[in-house]
């Protein structure tokens, strides 16, 4: 009686390592892909001489958002999220400063990526005075 469960355990355990043996395992040696890039970052970056609120990028094609209530002047805010393969989508920025309203839309992004670096990339939104603004990619 004893040996059937140990009987069972042992097909249990031969059948997840046969199991084991099937999963793709090309990525082990770059056979797939690998130069999709995955994005882990966004950072708004205010480079004026004011405060900046209700910063806002929105994805144009899926309509995903990411955003900061306050930035202080000459200050930075960042968030990261799960790792994800960058699409080249546009985007559109918004935010308020001195109580104005600033839009830019349908902005692709300037790709400034060094090869071999295999670190995930960094979206950047520079907010500039005059209501101008630079987005990048960056590495």
Not at 2 to 29: E, G, N
Not at 52 to 70: A, W
Not at 96 to 104: D, M, R
């Amino acid at each position: 009686m004893k040996s059937q469960p140990r009987l069972l355990f042992i097909l249990l355990l031969w059948s997840m390592l046969v199991h084991c043996q099937a999963i793709d395992t090309s990525y082990l040696s770059g056979d797939q892909q690998s130069n999709k890039i995955k994005v882990s970052e966004l950072v708004f970056d205010n480079q004026t001489s004011t405060v900046v609120e209700q910063v806002t990028l929105r994805v144009v094609q899926n309509g995903s958002i990411v955003s900061c209530g306050f930035i202080a002047s000459e200050s930075q805010c960042a968030t990261g999220f799960p790792l994800r393969e960058y699409q080249a989508n546009p985007i559109s920025v918004r935010w308020i400063s001195q109580g104005v309203q600033i839009e830019h839309r349908d902005i692709y992004l300037e790709q400034e990526l060094n090869s071999g670096n295999d670190r995930p990339a960094v979206v950047k939104i520079y907010l500039l005075k005059n209501g101008q603004i630079d987005a990048k990619l960056e590495n």
